[in-house]
């Protein structure tokens, strides 16, 4: 499994930065896929859920109307669409695979890319 996050950097808040994760050593298009986060300080945090063909996604309370994930499963990459970004965003985004369904153990971890969001 590997899979390789790239799109973060430095925004002001209020922006947008849209992340990608490409995805390879695996059957892309049959697993879940994860975005988890890890703050200055903090320990990891889930941040969104997409079912394997992409019609079925779940977010964290914090990042809900603001954040889109979608998957490409013919390009094999997963993507997070962060809009109006606020300073508690500012994080390591970890792209993940999931063994299975939603809530099943993650098996598979990007190297992360990093968030910042500050004026």
């Known amino acids: 499994v590997q899979l390789v996050e790239s799109g973060g950097g430095l925004v002001q808040p209020g922006g947008s930065l849209r992340l990608s994760c490409e995805a390879s050593?695996?059957?892309?298009?049959?697993?879940?896929m994860t975005w988890v986060r890890q703050a200055p300080g903090k320990g990891l945090e889930w941040v969104s859920d997409?079912?394997?063909?992409?019609?079925?996604?779940n977010y964290t309370d914090a990042v809900k109307g603001r954040f889109t994930i979608s998957r490409d499963n013919v390009k094999n990459t997963l993507y997070l669409q962060m809009n109006s970004l606020k300073s508690e965003d500012t994080a390591v985004y970890f792209c993940?695979?999931?063994?299975?369904?939603?809530?099943?153990?993650?098996?598979?971890w990007g190297q992360g890319t990093q968030v910042s969001v500050s004026s």
């Open positions: 050593g695996f059957t892309f298009n049959t697993y879940y």
């Open positions: 997409i079912n394997t063909s992409g019609d079925t996604t």
């Open positions: 993940a695979k999931r063994a299975g369904a939603v809530g099943t153990a993650i098996n598979g």
